[in-house]
């Protein structure tokens, strides 16, 4: 998973000096400046900023602010919501991930008001117990918040994971060894990222060595590794392809990703038994016809997902 940070109660308030000197540089000093906190996190946000300078005022009516505070923003799909609704107000947040130069671009960020990381997360599924119109307090789903954190640690392990750690070579073992070596109908799970649905389907991979193998089990986890994030199977298949033939160095790769997507079967158009087939070629698998036609005639023979 990514990287925790954990903001001190001092942490805020350094960030929130930093957004007060912003807000000055387009308000002259002793001017008087009324912040909007957006709901939820932009509200003890706002309350920071406004002790940094007697002349900041908190009000609740977005109507009459001069500028909007928040906590984070990460995609900035608030941002631009709030921004489309009240044109001209000023957007300001203690920590902006749509700037590349933000220290914390890669890490989950836990504000001091949310407790641990996974308070935050858990508090996040309640809130989507309670969107979708269910009582969290409900039996059956007291524990789920914390059953969903866990389970989308697993989902997600792969993120932070390293293809090289995992392709161990060997020259022992390689020597007259330049024909195919495949490894057929890896099971493969993962989440696309657009609707968070499962994806789920077999991988084949398979590679032409050049002086070097490597430990059949070590595709599998190659697979793993890519398909635990969140994905799209056109990337996911060329980040197998890409990885083995960087780290590995054979003569050519080849990748056939056979997989359903719960986003098209259980929404949107709701058609089951469809399959999506990807490929990535790499090297002589792709340049040379044979090699190709070989290694598509056996991913081709692959069981169903």
Request: contains cysteine; glycine residues 8%.
């Amino acid at each position: 998973m990514g990287k925790h940070v954990l903001l001190s109660n001092r942490d805020i308030f350094k960030l929130a000096g930093k957004v007060a000197l912003h807000i000055r540089d387009i308000y002259h000093d002793g001017c008087s400046v009324k912040l909007f906190g957006i709901p939820r996190g932009g509200i003890p946000a706002a309350y920071a900023v406004a002790a940094h300078d007697a002349k900041f005022t908190v009000t609740d009516n977005p109507e009459e602010a001069d500028v909007f505070v928040d906590d984070i923003v990460d995609s900035g799909g608030t941002m631009q919501r709030w921004s489309d609704d009240y044109p001209g107000k000023h957007f300001f947040a203690l920590i902006d991930k749509t700037d590349r130069h933000c220290p914390y671009l890669e890490s989950w960020i836990v504000l001091p008001w949310e407790g641990t990381a996974e308070s935050g997360f858990t508090d996040n599924v309640v809130r989507l117990l309670q969107y979708v119109g269910e009582d969290p307090s409900r039996g059956g789903l007291e524990e789920t918040p914390m059953r969903v954190a866990k389970a989308w640690q697993f989902w997600c392990s792969g993120y932070g994971k390293d293809p090289a750690d995992v392709l161990k070579v060997f020259e022992d073992g390689a020597d007259g060894c330049d024909e195919m070596v495949v490894v057929k109908d890896i099971p493969l799970y993962s989440h696309c990222e657009h609707h968070l649905a499962m994806i789920f389907g077999t991988a084949t991979v398979a590679y032409i060595p050049d002086g070097k193998i490597v430990g059949l089990s070590k595709l599998s986890r190659l697979v793993d590794i890519f398909a635990r994030r969140l994905q799209v199977q056109e990337r996911l298949t060329n980040q197998i392809a890409d990885a083995l033939h960087e780290h590995l160095a054979p003569k050519g790769v080849g990748v056939v990703i056979k997989a359903r997507h719960a986003c098209m079967e259980a929404r949107g158009v709701c058609q089951q038994g469809h399959y999506t087939i990807t490929s990535a070629l790499r090297g002589v698998i792709k340049s040379d016809a044979s090699a190709r036609a070989e290694f598509l005639s056996l991913a081709s023979t692959g069981r169903n997902p």
